[in-house]
């Protein structure tokens, strides 16, 4: 990550501990589309009968506005990533702009690694841990099993994310402070996106004290500015 500025607070992600200093002719082009859609929805409504809890998104596909734009840039990706794995977009979203705002080349001084700060236990022999199909792969891999092991309740499963699934089963009072703050913006950041908020005040206290190096290092590194 980007050393801390002077007047900001250094947001450590994915780390154990925590630093204070996104006609015919018509009609054969409509209907791939369309079947894609209903598949998305059939596949949404087989996941709900398979665990109820589970937050499903209101429309597949599309993050919330409220993100900031180096999270917009992905949004086509956090689509199918989230497709993949069975998650809300709006969750993988909240979880890419507590993480790194967007850079695929963000890393920890805990050696975590790029769009979703990964771990490097994580990653098999071969995987390139900053490609972002790889990264994403891994880490909302575990951000699914985090959710199964939260019943489906997305604020547990932002907890288990950044400090370990068996935090899940803990007392707050005992997670990690990091923990507790990841979880105190990251679950009101989710909430706000996933009931169609246009704006977020957790998430621009988030940007204001922890995020404006990271974001900005994010669109340098994405050619945005």
Known sequence: ???????????????????????????????????????????????????????????????????????????????????????????????????????????????????????????GAGDDSFAPDTNALRGLGYLAQSLQAANGDARLALAGYNGGIGVISRAESNWAAETQRYVYYGAPIYEDARSGQTSSYMLDEWYKRYGVRLCKQASERLGMR
């Open 1 to 123: 990550m980007s050393p801390r500025h002077a007047q900001e607070e250094y947001w450590e992600t994915a780390a154990p501990e925590y630093n204070e200093d996104g006609s015919g002719c018509f009609f054969a082009y409509f209907i791939p589309p369309l079947m894609v859609v209903l598949f998305s929805l059939m596949f949404g409504l087989w996941i709900w009968e398979k665990n109820p809890r589970i937050i499903l998104p209101s429309m597949p596909g599309v993050i919330s506005p409220i993100f900031r734009p180096e999270i917009q840039y992905w949004s086509g990706s956090i689509s199918q990533w989230a497709g993949a794995a069975g998650l809300d977009p709006n969750l993988v979203a909240t979880v890419m702009q507590i993480e790194s705002c967007g850079d695929p080349r963000a890393e920890s001084s805990a050696g975590a690694m790029g769009l979703f700060q990964v771990m490097p236990y994580h990653f």
